[in-house]
């Protein structure tokens, strides 16, 4: 199973020999017999829940496994990484005013700022290996641009957006991961198809929109603005918490089957890259919201 974030399209993050990347991988957090390993030459030193000789799994008297994936490499780096993003758009709310004599060159340094973390963004999606000053360099420019866009929808529409944004962030991590913890949420191909349709979709009406309200002016086709804004908020909420279940999937299936603990880093920079989407959903949302009130 492949996820969303195009950070995972890689090794074991992706697609091998025509079918989802860790091949049967477990559907139900646990590891199924005759799976394909994309990790280990040897299966019985890289993965202790590799089938033995005799159909058993090599469970607790298997060797520990060193220099792999685990869940604390993953909390420690995504905490980086966002400690990274919120230290740097404190800063910039900070140094960056948005009022009107500094409102024009602040929001040049954002846009300068969000196009180099896209640059950064895209050149660590098509390494092979992860480059933690890339990923670190992604999260302090991103930090840059959202400190100057939640400063001036603060100042401009209401101080308590941002809060709320943020805690509506925060609300969506926590449900996910209960959910999925729980298995109520059941990440399949079907899933899979189903998410990654809806979200070229909504790519594809977000950028016609975009393309309408420069070339025609206005709020081109109000789907960020009014009924159609507050609906299409909440879409790209959910398609979010959809991207967090994939991201989920991926990171239990890579500590699952031994992935080197450099991926971990990966793991990090894609979930940085969620919570970043579901913020700006967030903060649009109540910004529409609040100026309805």
Do not use: H
């Amino acid at each position: 199973m492949r996820s969303s974030n195009p950070v995972f399209s890689r090794r074991g993050f992706s697609r091998d020999n025509g079918q989802a990347g860790f091949n049967a991988a477990p559907q139900a957090g646990g590891p199924v017999v005759g799976t394909q390993n994309p990790y280990a030459t040897n299966p019985y030193a890289a993965n202790p829940y590799a089938p033995q000789t005799d159909g058993q799994y090599g469970g607790p008297q298997a060797p520990a496994r060193a220099g792999v994936m685990t869940i604390d490499d993953v909390v420690t780096r995504t905490a980086s990484t966002l400690g990274t993003v919120v230290l740097t758009a404190v800063l910039a709310w900070v140094l960056l005013p948005v009022d009107e004599s500094n409102l024009g060159k602040s929001y040049g340094i954002a846009i300068g700022a969000a196009l180099v973390a896209l640059v950064l963004a895209l050149v660590q999606s098509f390494k092979r290996t992860p480059v933690p000053a890339l990923i670190l360099g992604y999260a302090a420019f991103e930090g840059v641009f959202l400190g100057v866009i939640s400063s001036t929808v603060s100042t401009y529409l209401s101080p308590g957006v941002v809060v709320q944004a943020v805690m509506g962030t925060m609300a969506v991590f926590a449900g996910v991961l209960f959910a999925y913890k729980m298995r109520w949420i059941r990440v399949t191909r079907r899933f899979y198809g189903f998410v990654m349709a809806a979200a070229m979709g909504f790519v594809l009406l977000m950028v016609a929109n975009l393309l309408f309200s420069v070339f025609g002016g206005g709020d081109g086709l109000g789907f960020r603005s009014g009924g159609l804004g507050i609906l299409f908020g909440v879409i790209g909420i959910i398609l979010g918490a959809c991207f967090l279940a994939l991201d989920f999937k991926q990171v239990e299936d890579g500590v699952t089957y031994g992935a080197p603990r450099e991926e971990s880093w990966m793991a990090a920079f894609g979930l940085t890259m969620t919570l970043v989407w579901i913020y700006l959903e967030m903060l649009r949302l109540f910004s529409i919201l609040s100026g309805n009130d």
